[in-house]
């Protein structure tokens, strides 16, 4: 066998560096089932051991193996018996689940079936009709539905409304909202409790998507987070009369910051920092109309900015471990943040179904990583956040 590691140098950025794999392979299993044969047999090709003993070998015949490195053309060897088996080789495989596992992850991404069906063909040397790979993928179908009809927790401390924009094509391009549900129980376990795809943003859209969570065993929430978005706040409270909400203090500094010159900007917003950082909600109200009273004179268009808002000081109601947690939709904004630093390397979903898979490939990925984990501040604030929940 030749100098495998020479040739991985000189071929390495070689367009032909997966035949090194393939041929090296080919050889190497080849050799391993001669080697398997004479342990069967119990002496070696020309031993005089093998004489009398009632079996030898008997040729080979040859079999196509498809690999990630190419078509492999292996010869079996054969005892005269017929009673050798390769474990290595079972007798019906014709190709490694490598190629099923590929064929899946590439799904999975939000690649189309055509696309799939092409790439195939070129790492692989084997070709799968679109059919073929609908019929191996529809695992993956099956995981988005699953993922969008699973059993939820009763409670959640806290629940995240969220959205962004992906490019998708249904007759042209457009970016559509991708809206997300996060919540966080009681006891701090976070995850994705829902996502769906919508034209554009509504208060409506997360009132529907909590509606399917209800079906699905959610009873009480204790607090919504969300942005600026207008008519959320009653939507929620609409399905959950008893929930309380919290505007994204992020959100509010972003339009504060809009409104204000760029050589006023870090004056302005290092005293707006102040009053959600303070000790209670009165010392907050109290920063805030300090605030206003400072600045509304230069900018007058800051005072609407609070007036739209008539949620600033809720995370005061709750323990202080999970403020820093709860006064900004941070949390699901940074997790969205990873799902688009993926789907550029996409740029555009080709369908909404394509979409749909690279999501839930994501959000239950997320969701397997976090399920174990307890968030900051809530292991001590689990007892008093039990205690807020309505009574029986």
Not at 69 to 77: A, D, I, N, Q, R
Not at 284 to 297: H, N, P, S, T, V
Not at 350 to 355: A, Q
Request: hydrophobic residues 35%; glycine residues 4%; charged residues 25%.
């Amino acid at each position: 066998m030749p100098d495998f590691n020479t040739e991985f140098i000189q071929t390495l950025f070689n367009p032909a560096t997966t035949e090194l794999f393939r041929s090296e392979l080919e050889a190497a299993i080849n050799a391993l089932l001669k080697t398997e044969l004479a342990a069967f047999l119990g002496y070696e090709k020309h031993d005089s051991d093998g004489w009398n003993t009632g079996n030898s070998r008997n040729g080979y015949y040859k079999r196509t193996l498809a690999t990630r490195y190419g078509e492999l053309h292996l010869e079996v060897p054969r005892d005269r018996n017929g009673d050798f088996h390769s474990p290595t080789l079972p007798r019906y495989l014709q190709h490694t689940n490598a190629l099923e596992t590929t064929v899946i992850q590439l799904y999975q991404r939000g690649v189309t079936t055509r696309q799939i069906a092409d790439l195939i063909e070129q790492m692989y040397g084997r070709y799968y009709s679109p059919a073929t790979i609908s019929h191996i993928s529809s695992a993956v179908t099956e995981q988005v539905q699953a993922f969008h009809s699973r059993q939820v927790a009763a409670r959640y401390a806290v629940i995240f409304c969220y959205a962004t924009y992906l490019n998708l094509r249904r007759d042209s391009v457009a970016k559509e909202a991708l809206h997300v549900l996060l919540g966080i129980t009681p006891e701090g376990n976070k995850e994705v409790l829902d996502y769906a795809i919508y034209p554009s943003e509504s208060a409506t859209n997360y009132a529907e998507m909590l509606q399917g969570l209800k079906t699905r065993g959610l009873k009480d929430v204790l607090l919504f987070v969300s942005d600026g978005l207008v008519g959320l706040p009653d939507a929620v409270k609409q399905e959950f009369p008893q929930a309380r909400h919290q505007s994204c203090w992020v959100h509010l500094a972003r339009a504060v910051a809009r409104l204000v010159r760029q050589k006023d900007r870090k004056e302005v917003l290092a005293v707006l920092k102040e009053v959600y950082h303070q000790d209670d909600a009165e010392a907050a109200r109290q920063a805030l109309e300090a605030f206003l009273e400072r600045f509304c004179g230069k900018y007058p268009r800051l005072k609407k900015v609070f007036q739209l808002h008539d949620s600033l000081f809720t995370f005061y109601e709750f323990p202080q471990s999970i403020r820093p947690t709860i006064y900004t939709s941070n949390l699901i904004e940074n997790n969205n943040k990873g799902l688009k630093h993926h789907a550029k390397l996409k740029e555009q979903f080709p369908n909404e179904e394509s979409l749909e898979r690279f999501v839930c490939t994501f959000y239950s990925e997320y969701n397997r990583k976090q399920g174990e984990k307890v968030h900051r501040g809530f292991r001590e604030a689990t007892a008093e956040l039990l205690d807020m929940f309505p009574k029986p």
